[in-house]
């Protein structure tokens, strides 16, 4: 940490479920000497035993706000709430929601219902805001190839914050919007970032005597064969499994962006 950081906080985006990656990420955070610890959505996805994430937040007293997933399994909706139009995403997204919602506690689903939309927070006078998908909507997807400063920068000044801090497109960035602002894109723990690589990302923010904040990625690298083999036994999709045995995503294309689209596999 750097002499002058008066205090540093870790964010972790879309859990999916991957209990292994949250254990060793939150881990690493403490050893590295993050304060305070933030989730910022999407608990349940994708990945076995949803519930084996819960005790892990708790454990660690992460401070956790709802994304679309936690929202639909609160509320007992039928979908995601990612609005998949492609038939073969759809499909996939309704076995991983389906599976999620049987296999998440009634006493998990009631505590995601009372998590809130946004958290906010002020460190040296540095007014923070982290939400799902942006601030306006919880599943609004925010890509750094589509995304413009000027909506970045219109964002800041509706919802009166120097920082947004988001996650739910599964691919981590930031962007600096002025001399002390920023919008910056957590990444996921669940599954890795469709370059090939199967480590996955969550990130700490370093805020400094004079106002300022500097984000950086930190990678976490953890047991993914058993995860892997976690998810076989519990007979989720081969194509969950290959992306996180190959850091490749099989499934929910449609919602990239082309240049995003484009560093993929597939
Ligand atoms: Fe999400």
Redesign the pocket.
Known sequence: MSRSSVWRIACFG?IYSNHLALAQALRDAKARGAQALFCL??LGAFGPHPDRVFPWLHQYEVQCLR???DDSLARGLDDCQ?GYTDPRDNYFARISYRYTYQHTSPENRRWLGTLPEHIRLEVQGLRVLMC??SPRRM?EFLWESTTSTQFLQYLLRRWQCDVILA??TGIKWKRRLGPRQWFVNVGVLGRPENDGRTNVWYTLLDFFSDGTMKPQFVPVFYDHHRLAQEMRQEKLPEEFVQTILTGWWTTCLEVLPQKERRRGKY
Request: glycine letters at 34%.
């Open positions: 879309g959505g999407d994304g679309n997933y990612c799902h998908g599943n996650t739910h």
